[in-house]
């Protein structure tokens, strides 16, 4: 037996209808990355960041504590709880992580921050008008929370006369540049991911790193938005050789993220086939993704290290903080 | 088994359901990472078929898939399968009862 499935949805549901994000975080919270890095407010090129990097930790949080309904009598009390959360938040009981964890992710915000400013790309962006993709309502079949959530998206991009957005994961940049559009025939923003918008202004190395890794790709990056050859790029340039695994690229194996929150030991297996495949190539393993981070990592063991790709390329092309 | 003649239909409104193209190789399961058997070669049998019933006892398979794409990578016929699965979890959430609206 599985989470409950429709009371689960259900939650996560009413929480991005009623409170606009999947998810507890407070404004405050979503946007205190930027803290120190004199990011102006909106303008024609943004960086989105679609809360994902500052929610990993939450779903990672929220994973460990289902895992516990799997199977369990206890899931009968989902239905209540759905009804519950309506009328008070109940969901930061379920997601509550750790400072030093939030921190850790949202660290890799001001890593692409840094990034962009040193190749002398110009953006701005959104503070608490930075709204979460929608990328979980569409997955599991929400649509109408889903539609309704894109339109929030799309007047805020056109309040802010936004012509331009650089994303930095794999799930909003689908959902901006092929979903969202789909969806709603009047949307049309230039949507690039980070490391899209960093290969094609191939920024000079300020240190060449000098030493070898494999490759996690993301699903979403290989399958649905062909971004392989870009992160390849920049590494290779900052002089990281890459052992890469039989299924890479294209034919890249999932983290098992997408099932986490409905089937925490299923996707825990999948994760640990991931892991076992990567080590087999190299146990310093470079992730594209905060999900595929978060999911890797809860199952890796000590002797495999798992980064994300903007932890290498920070150091290649913007070393030390100024 | 019971037709509903109704519920492609359905399946249509929630995305694009092409299903039909599917030639039951079984290239997906085999390289599916949850080892997929009834998705999507059975279940979209039993959907085409308009067999609700079936496709709707199924829903466990229909949630757990991971939307990743490694089986739709290989598929000779060219199936969006993950785009199939996502049309089935939108009409399974209509069913459930106040999910999908308020
Ligand atoms: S790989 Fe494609 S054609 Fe073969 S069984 Fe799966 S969906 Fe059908
Ligand atoms: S998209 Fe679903 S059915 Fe296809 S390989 Fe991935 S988990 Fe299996």
Redesign the interface.
């Known amino acids: 037996m599985?989470v409950p499935?429709?009371s689960t949805?259900?939650m996560l549901?009413d929480n991005l209808?009623k409170r606009g994000s999947a998810l507890p975080l407070s404004r405050r919270a979503a946007m205190a990355w930027t803290r120190g890095l004199d990011i102006p407010r909106g303008g024609e090129t943004v960086l989105y960041t679609g809360q994902m990097w500052q929610m990993a930790p939450a779903i990672n949080a929220m994973t460990h504590r289902l895992a516990r309904f799997e199977g369990s009598r206890l899931s009968g009390l989902f239905g209540f709880a759905r009804r519950m959360n309506r009328l008070v938040n109940l969901t930061p009981l379920l997601a509550r992580s750790s400072a030093a964890e939030r921190q850790a992710y949202t660290d890799r915000l001001r890593n692409i921050a840094r990034l962009l400013k040193a190749a002398g790309i110009p953006f701005g962006y959104l503070y608490e008008d930075d709204l979460y993709a929608g990328g979980l309502a569409?997955?599991?079949?929400?649509?109408?929370?889903f539609v309704a959530h894109a339109k929030r998206i799309q007047a805020v991009l056109q309040r802010h006369g936004v012509k331009r957005v650089i994303t930095v994961d794999p799930h909003t940049t689908n959902m901006l540049r092929s979903v969202i559009p789909k969806a709603l025939p009047g949307f049309s923003v230039e949507v690039k991911s980070y490391l899209e918008v960093l290969a094609e202004r191939a920024p000079p190395v300020r240190r060449s790193l000098d030493r070898s890794a494999t490759m996690h790709d993301s699903?979403v990056y290989a399958?649905?938005e062909g971004v392989l050859a870009e992160p390849r790029a920049l590494l290779a340039r900052g002089g990281v050789r890459l052992d890469e695994t039989e299924m890479s690229g294209?034919?890249?194996?999932?983290c098992?993220?997408?099932?986490e929150m409905?089937?925490p030991s299923?996707s825990a297996d999948?994760a640990r086939?991931r892991v076992a495949q990567l080590k087999a190539a190299n146990p310093e393993v470079i992730t594209a993704c905060p999900l595929c981070l978060a999911n890797l990592s809860r199952v890796a063991e000590p002797d495999v290290r798992i980064r994300d790709i903007s932890d290498y390329l920070v150091e290649a092309y913007a070393p030390a903080e100024a | 088994m019971k037709v509903d003649t109704g519920f492609l239909e359905s399946l249509r409104l929630?995305g694009e359901f092409d299903a039909r193209l599917c030639m039951n190789c079984g290239t997906c399961t085999a390289l599916c990472?949850?080892g997929l058997e009834i998705l999507p070669r059975r279940l979209f049998r039993h959907a085409l078929l308009g067999d609700r019933e079936r496709v709707l006892g199924e829903?466990?398979a229909i949630?757990?898939?991971?939307?990743?794409?490694?089986c739709?990578?290989n598929c000779p016929a060219g199936v969006h399968i993950a785009e199939n699965v996502?049309?089935?979890?939108?009409?399974?959430?209509g069913e459930?009862r106040?999910?999908?609206?308020?």
């Open positions: 599985p499935i429709q949805l259900g549901g209808r569409h997955d599991e079949g929400l649509d109408t929370v699903c399958r649905y294209p034919l890249t194996f999932c098992g993220g997408p099932a409905l089937f299923r999948v086939r | 929630g990472p949850l829903s466990e949630f757990s898939c991971l939307l990743c794409r490694l739709e990578a996502r049309s089935l979890r939108v009409v399974l959430n459930a106040g999910l999908a609206e308020a």
